[in-house]
């Protein structure tokens, strides 16, 4: 997959797991690797973006006496995902597409 | 590499950042490994996969760049204002729609509210002001797509700038108009319409496809409107050095305009209005199919310094020449 459309990609998939409940950065890796290629370095400028458009909020919590930082997902991060959900349907027709005119 | 020794190569690699982002960096790293440790993964390892400081930090550098060279953007009204002298401007921009206005006085300015997925970098260089904005993951985002009508940059040009404008787009429409005296001028679109009026020019090149350019009280001495799938309108222009408006599928229509070398081009699509001369001292070549014409398919004498030459086809002609009322 291309870089840019792997980051847009990734971006949902990290909301859509945070819609279930807050995780921190060595799981949403470990969650998400089976379903599709992140690494801790790709993740770190896809959790600041989303941060940064009010997409997740941050808080710390304690763990072993040390405070580990949970993302959770904000109302305009709930947005971006049931976009992308409206836009599957649209985008099934286009791969159909692509897929038959590919024969 | 252990982890003290990893962080603190990290940490210097990201010096350009200010020290809350590059904070952040490092307590994410620092996490991700003691979580690592925790679930029994090798530090080494860990470490290794991260890849390297410095291209951990390329990349997390090239995301938050802005560059801003010269310009400082404002945060609040995000305007991007030229600190140096500036003889041409460079507008590179994707998918928006760009307003070139004039103001009475002050410096070059760009007026843009970048949205989430826009990209915007600003330089100044030997007089040369380049304004550029991009959009990332286009694809995924198309309500940021659709929302995107209020979305625009206005470039306020000074009266007192005579230099040379090379703005272009795509998928959005273009509009100038006041804009005094330019040099060189370059407009170029696609899938939207250009609007251009009452300003002064050295040479005005304008380009879009399928949309509409309408050119009204333009004064310069040549000018070049190339479109497809779209009407060409050109109201009281004055080039002398030569006319010249391409277009395919579509109309076109002229009005009290004036030049030494006409040159209408389209196909499918009629040509008529009213240009200013003698057509005595025009070398005239015309053609069209399926249409009636109001010129001669060539009229040619020698002696002859000025030319017009009209073609489309399917279509009418019916270009008629005015005295200009001196």
Redesign the interface.
Known sequence: MDT??K???L??CVLALLQREPS????I?RDISPYIEV???TL??I???LEA?DCVSTFSQEH?G?L??YYRIEPQGKEKVR??LS?AE?MRRIYQFVEEESK | MNQEEFLQQLARELAPLNEEERGRVIDYYREMICDGIENGEDEQKMIESFGKPYDIAAQILAESRSTVQAAIPSEEENTYTAKNPVQSIIIDARQIALEIRPVPSGPVEVHFMPAENDRVSISEQDGIFTFRQTVLYAIFHWHIFFSREQHKIVLDIPESFHGALSASTSNARIGASGLGKLSHVRLESSNGQISLSNFECGTLNAKTSNGAVIIHNLYGSNCTVQTSNGRISAESCTFPDGLTLRTCNSGMFVQSVSSDQYDFASSNGSIRGTVFGDMREYAVRSHTSNGSSTLPPELVYPDQKKSMNVHTSNARIDIRFLQQST
Do not use: C, D, H
């Open positions: 840019q459309r980051k847009g990609v971006e949902i921190y950065g060595y799981r890796v690494s801790e370095s770190y400028p959790l600041r973006r458009g072993n040390r580990r930082k976009q992308f836009e649209e």
